[in-house]
């Protein structure tokens, strides 16, 4: 595998229900990033992690839930979700970030597709 | 606080025309600012980017954006537009506090 793979590509879940996204990158970066991607709207920086402590957290509501047990892998564990919640959920992983600020490429995987019903 | 205006949410144009995609952009420090293409069912990749230094930015696939601190603008551009340049665009800039701003991205349409 290479780059930032992402599992599973496709998901339907029912409000109660309990799962949870995985994301690993090839590349050897220190970040890594969930990100929210809904129609006409832009993307939204949901988590960011840095040598696997988490560093930003965007307001998001807890029933998502993130993990990194280390630099390769991120969760994004996902309980009693709402409609409003469907959307393509994006990793994306990058070298150091240096005094909070983004001039690293970020390198993304090809998303999940939620849905929640 | 950064934003990131991307003017036209949709840009048809035809095979072989200019391509322009606008992004203007508001910061109050320097800015880092970043252009990303999305393929349909791929994540994004970045096309380009400026920081520092030479304000006409090269990017893959022929594209390239010219940084105009006056205008707070960084305009996308190729000369002759492909098939496969067909996809979303997203400009973002970059200001510090981690966080990457992102415009809501311009979906090309390339007509035969």
């Known amino acids: 595998e290479t780059g930032v793979t992402q599992t599973p590509r496709h998901l339907v879940m029912g409000m109660t229900n309990k799962k949870s996204l995985k994301c690993e990158q090839h590349?050897?970066?220190?970040?890594m990033y969930w990100y929210k991607q809904s129609a006409k709207k832009p993307l939204e920086l949901m988590f960011v992690?840095?040598?696997?402590?988490?560093?930003e957290n965007n307001s998001v509501p807890s029933r998502f839930s993130p993990e990194c047990p280390n630099s390769s892998h991120l969760f994004l564990h996902l309980h009693t979700l709402q409609p409003e919640d469907s959307a393509l959920y994006l990793c994306a992983s990058s070298q150091d970030i240096v005094s909070g600020v983004f001039y690293n490429e970020q390198f993304f995987g090809p998303g999940t597709r939620l849905t929640v019903l | 606080a950064q934003s990131v205006t991307q003017l036209g949410s949709h840009v048809s144009v035809s095979e072989g025309a200019l391509v322009l995609l606008r992004c203007n952009y508001s910061s109050s420090v320097p800015p880092y600012l970043f252009w990303y293409v999305q393929y349909p069912n791929q994540g994004l990749q970045l096309l380009l980017k400026y920081t520092t230094g030479a304000t006409l930015v090269k990017g893959i696939n022929g594209f390239e954006a010219e940084f105009k601190k006056s205008e707070t603008s960084f305009h996308l551009t190729k000369p002759s537009a492909h098939m496969s340049d067909a996809a979303e665009y997203f400009c973002?800039?970059?200001?510090?506090?981690?966080?990457?701003?992102w415009g809501a991205g311009t979906k090309l349409i390339i007509k035969p």
């Open positions: 590349l050897g970066h220190n970040a």
């Open positions: 992690y840095s040598l696997e402590e988490r560093v």
């Open positions: 973002a800039v970059s200001g510090g506090n981690y966080q990457l701003i």
